[in-house]
């Protein structure tokens, strides 16, 4: 077992490390071809700039009948940027590529859905500042600096 401090060494700065970006690598392979747990998908962006592919695995947070994406490193991540630049479009991997709209969830709406997140994501825990244990008010505090988008599948 990973233990916080070593899981936020891996996202120094955050980027993964050599580690990080093969675990995450054997992951989205495993995730795109339905080899996990149904919470476990692969979210393929494109690079607005270089039109490049990133790949890497998330967790599906589920709160009040509906699904969300969260950035556990936050707002700098390379997903939000990808997902934000397509207009919320992306594809979710998960045993069979599937489009999705990706909506960001108001700030002031995303608390009690990061504390799902922490909740279903132990691999997050290390990289968010509230314990997954606080109650809901503790988690808007940190809401802006969380991106979160629902999951709205197009076929």
């Known amino acids: 077992m990973i233990g916080d401090e070593s899981r936020r060494r891996m996202y120094a700065g955050g980027r993964p490390n050599r580690t990080a970006r093969f675990l995450n690598d054997l992951s989205a392979k495993m995730f795109s071809l339905g080899l996990s747990p149904h919470w476990a998908v692969t979210l393929e962006t494109v690079n607005p700039t270089s039109a ?38 992306a594809i979710v991997h998960a045993g069979r590529r599937r489009p999705v709209l990706l909506t960001e969830v108001a700030a002031e709406d995303r608390a009690p859905i990061l504390k799902a997140y922490l909740d279903q994501a132990p691999g997050a825990r290390a ?12 988690f808007e505090r940190i809401a802006a600096d969380y991106p979160v988008f629902e999951i709205r599948y197009l076929r």
């Open 127 to 138: 990289h968010v500042p509230v314990d997954r244990r606080e109650p809901v008010a503790q």
């Open 52 to 89: 490049t592919a990133l790949i890497l695995p998330l967790v599906i947070a589920n709160f009040d009948h509906r699904e969300f994406l969260v950035s556990m490193l936050g707002q700098r991540s390379r997903w939000v940027r990808n997902v934000r630049a397509a207009g919320g479009h």
